[in-house]
């Protein structure tokens, strides 16, 4: 048996995960709606006369990725990780700042993967498989970093 099912068995701590993890994923899944809705009105609306395409794409991804991670901060600084409040080691504006840098490379992997993968399938398909694989990276860095506990 792995590590990560010896805890998800654990009585108290396997619950905990379970709940944060669902937490976290219900919050991802309004960060994508957001970032897909954003993507779309810019692609397709604000910025649709912007050329070339690859620009326009460059700014649109931009701007989507941008409010789907504040919406994403805000939710879970207030709900995911809210157990932890008044026990993290840094206040709002640097857990945001934190939060912004651990999520950078995650925003990364999704542009540069979103690029790549919208040369093969449909640009809000490859956005949506370009943000499940960044997802992965963005709650590990924030779990041990940016919500992490001060120690007693």
């Given at each position: 048996m792995i590590l990560k099912d010896k805890l998800l068995q654990a009585p108290v701590l396997g619950r905990l995960i379970r709940h944060r993890f669902f937490k976290f994923g219900t919050i991802g899944f309004s960060g994508t709606i957001v970032n897909l809705v954003v993507l779309y009105l810019n692609q397709e609306i604000l910025l649709r006369n912007i050329n070339p395409v690859e620009t326009r794409l460059n700014l649109s991804l931009a701007g989507a990725i941008f409010l789907a991670t504040v919406n994403n901060f805000l939710w879970n600084r207030l709900w995911?990780?809210?157990?932890?409040?008044?026990?993290t080691k840094h206040g709002f504006f640097v857990q945001m700042?934190?939060?912004?840098?651990?999520?950078?490379l995650a925003i990364l992997i999704q542009f540069?993967?979103?690029?790549?993968?919208?040369?093969f399938i449909n640009y809000l398909i490859a956005n949506i498989v370009a943000i499940i694989i960044a997802a992965v990276f963005t709650y590990i860095f924030n779990d041990i970093w940016t919500f992490s506990v001060t120690s007693q």
């Open positions: 995911t990780w809210r157990d932890r409040r008044g026990k700042g934190q939060y912004f840098l651990a999520s950078w540069g993967l979103t690029k790549l993968f919208v040369q």
